[in-house]
């Protein structure tokens, strides 16, 4: 090849043409899929920028930047390139996508409409520089409804509810799906499972058209509707359901275990074994939450930022007792996961304990705590959110988490809930296509 065609590509026209940047297997998939991002047709050895770009339903954009150098054959790989720096550095295959981040402080990356995909714009930029020319790009369509999954609203009786059934006959294990104090109704973790096997009901509590935003009092009976209407839907097999919380949600779906009749597996994430902030009513009894002392939030005065890690009263109070969820009843099953650095509430210290609890009773308990994880362990490849405001409270409240670390742990933990469930409501592994 002469000297005049191999510098060709440099020219505007034809880098764009013969750069081609590429999603594998395909650029369409679910939004918890991992992808293979691949660039084709650079020099070798070319110096190049990949960013990625995501418009959220606002229109807010969360954007991530990586550096790299193409390989000897002019391609560019990133399950096995490594990054020389930018959002991340080293060979991370989805750091693009983990990695994205908002301009605008302490703004988290929440999918409302499970309808409509997600849109990455992946682009690569010649050079290492910040106003490099572009040389290809594509998009890569991150769904959250798998093919054929039905998503139906569920306003019968008091339940507040979405319910999602995955195609075919069944039966599929049943889930609830519980998110935290914030509120409101939350689909996109209960239409992902859903996509993966799941007859899933993202369930709401508070703060939801006429749920109130702070119930005084939280009525098991409410959730106990959800258990019964879940078990009637016929592609649900019929040997008991699971229950999945994140925060208080976490608290919530171990008390559905304990109190209530079918339920067989529950998960909690980042949770407690005490009841926590709202009182909850059953049949004749009343678990009343966890002491806590507002008083004792620390608020940044720079960022306005606050801090609820101390609120909680010592949980080793024997005053405090009374709050404990007697999980020891339940004739469930429990996963515990929890972030080492959870900026939030001092969750796997709670964790810990409800486990020793469990265990002192001789159960036996699954249990995972993940370095460098905050919070908010959402679904695999959601960026890591450390802050961000609170609809309830209207402030800005404090998650924590390392970037690369929740990552990995949000991977993780995706994997082991999917397989946690899969085992305790269908007796049998995970299917491969949940891999």
């Not at 899929?33 to 660039?39: M, T, W």
């Not at 909850?280 to 009894?285: Q, T």
Request: with cysteine; glycine share 10%.
């Amino acid at each position: 090849m002469s000297h005049e065609k191999s510098q060709a590509p440099f020219s505007q026209g034809r880098a764009q043409m013969a750069v081609q940047v590429k999603v594998l297997p395909s650029p369409r998939c679910l939004f918890d899929d991992p992808i293979q991002i691949c660039v084709t047709g650079l020099l070798p050895q070319q110096a190049v920028t990949l960013r990625a770009c995501l418009a959220d339903e606002s229109g807010e954009l969360f954007q991530a930047h990586a550096r790299y150098r193409a390989g000897s054959s002019g391609e560019l790989d990133l399950t096995c390139s490594p990054a020389l720096g930018g959002s991340y550095s080293g060979v991370e295959p989805m750091g693009l996508l983990w990695s994205l981040q908002s301009e605008t402080p302490y703004k988290r990356l929440a999918k409302r409409n499970v309808l409509t995909p997600f849109c990455v714009d992946l682009e690569v930029y010649d050079g290492h520089g910040h106003t490099s020319r572009l040389l290809g790009k594509c998009t890569n369509e991150r769904r959250f409804l798998g093919e054929g999954v039905k998503r139906i609203s569920v306003r019968e009786g008091r339940l507040r509810a979405t319910l999602f059934i995955p195609p075919g006959s069944g039966p599929f294990p049943g889930l609830i799906d519980l998110y935290g104090s914030g509120g409101g109704l939350v689909e996109y973790r209960a239409s992902l499972l859903a996509s993966r096997g799941f007859v899933t009901l993202a369930l709401a509590y508070m703060a939801f058209e006429d749920l109130p935003a702070m119930p005084e009092i939280l009525e098991l009976g409410y959730f106990e509707e959800a258990v019964n209407f879940l078990r009637k839907q016929q592609q649900v097999k019929d040997t008991g359901i699971g229950v999945l919380g994140l925060s208080k949600g976490a608290d919530l779906a171990l008390s559905m275990a304990t109190f209530l009749p079918g339920i067989k597996a529950s998960v909690s994430i980042s949770g407690s074994g005490f009841n926590s902030f709202i009182p909850l009513r059953g049949d004749g009894f009343t678990v009343r939450p966890h002491p806590y002392d507002l008083g004792r939030m620390k608020c940044n005065e720079e960022s306005g930022v606050a801090d609820f890690t101390d609120v909680l009263d010592d949980h080793r109070d024997p005053a405090t007792w009374d709050c404990r969820i007697p999980m020891e009843r339940s004739l469930a099953k429990f996963l515990f996961l929890s972030g080492l650095d959870d900026r939030n509430w001092k969750s796997d210290l709670y964790c810990q304990d409800a486990v020793q609890h469990l265990q002192q009773y001789g159960q036996k308990v699954e249990f995972y705590s993940y370095s460098g994880a905050g919070h908010l362990l959402e679904p695999p490849y959601f960026p890591l959110c450390q802050a961000s405001l609170h609809r309830v409270l209207g402030v800005f409240v404090q998650w924590g988490g390392q970037w690369r670390e929740h990552a990995r742990a949000q991977e993780d933990a995706w994997h082991r809930i999917q397989a946690f469930f899969w085992q305790h409501l269908m007796d049998s592994d995970l299917p491969k296509s949940n891999l």
